[in-house]
């Protein structure tokens, strides 16, 4: 036998018969050839049966880097743009949403302004021809407020002169009734049943236009009383303290006593003191001559007031004396 043929036989030998050693021969096999089995070839079976991966060790887990910690996501951008303040105001307020009850405010808001704004306005007038004025008649109307000053201190001296005359007379029962005499012709004069004469002067409206109403007459009244006039007279009616004037159509009517222009006022009083008082500016002449009215104003040192009006007694009203 040659070497060729004893090579393999000892090769025999040493791997010997399978089926002899059981189940040996195969993993002998596997031993000698383990390249020759491919991993892929591995069954389902072996690939369960794989074991878990040992932990790791203290060393290995301390050379492992620590996991980063996660990241928040980035804020998404809003699908609509932020709005300024200025914009969220302008949609507030547009368009509006009014409510009945703002509604209601708003009306009475607008009531109460539009008044405030015509009281300003009524106040300006006075007020603007004041401004507008020259200066002589400014110093005319400071003469008058201290003519009608004058007038009150010497009312308070007449006043207190009567009280000491009675206090110091000897016969107090003659004074007192001379003094009601006095008093009783004053106050006949003022209640218009006793005639006067005195200084004063006669004012003439002459009006061609028809334009002259009853407020005009009574504010040029109302006027000449406040510059100290003691009696006066419109057309032969008699001014007293209860005088109510009337429009009934054409002319004017005094105390039911219908009269027409041109109307003619005849006051007593302090002449100097009357007629600036009706010039003032902005007063009862320039008022009547926008309504194309003429006024003439003349001065006398003797005027007589003879229209009476007859004494009536009150109904209710008594004499309070104690």
Known sequence: MSDHDERPAEAAEEQGDPRENGGDGGNRLRKVLPQEVPPAARTAGEAHAKPAPAPPTAGEARAR????????????????????????????????????AQLIVAV???????????QVAS???SDSALRGARQ???????DELDDRTQRLEDE???????????????????????????????????AGTVAAQGPGITMT??????????????????????AGA??????GVRVVAGTYLTDPGKGVGVDGNKINAPYRFKVIGKPQDLEPALNIPGGV??????EQATVTIERSTDILVDALRAAKRPDYARSSSR
């Open 136 to 142: 002589e008649d400014l110093v005319r109307i400071l």
């Open 65 to 100: 880097p620590e996991p980063e910690p996660e990241r928040a996501p980035a804020p998404q951008p809003d699908a609509e743009p932020r709005l300024t303040g200025r914009q969220r105001l302008a949609q507030g307020v547009w368009p509006p949403r009014v409510t009945r």
């Open 230 to 235: 003691e009696a006066i007279q419109v057309n």
């Open 108 to 118: 009475l808001l607008f009531g109460l302004g539009f008044g405030l704004a015509v």
């Open 285 to 290: 002449v320039q008022t009547l001559e926008k």
């Open 156 to 190: 308070k001296q007449g006043l207190e002169k009567q009280r000491d005359e009675l206090e110091n007379s000897s016969d107090q029962a003659e004074e007192a009734r001379k003094q009601t005499v006095e008093k009783e012709r004053q106050l006949g004069i003022l």
């Open 205 to 226: 409206i002459e009006d061609t236009k028809g334009t002259v109403e009853a407020d005009m007459l009574l504010d040029a009244i109302q006027e000449l009383r406040a």
């Open 123 to 125: 106040n300006s007038d």
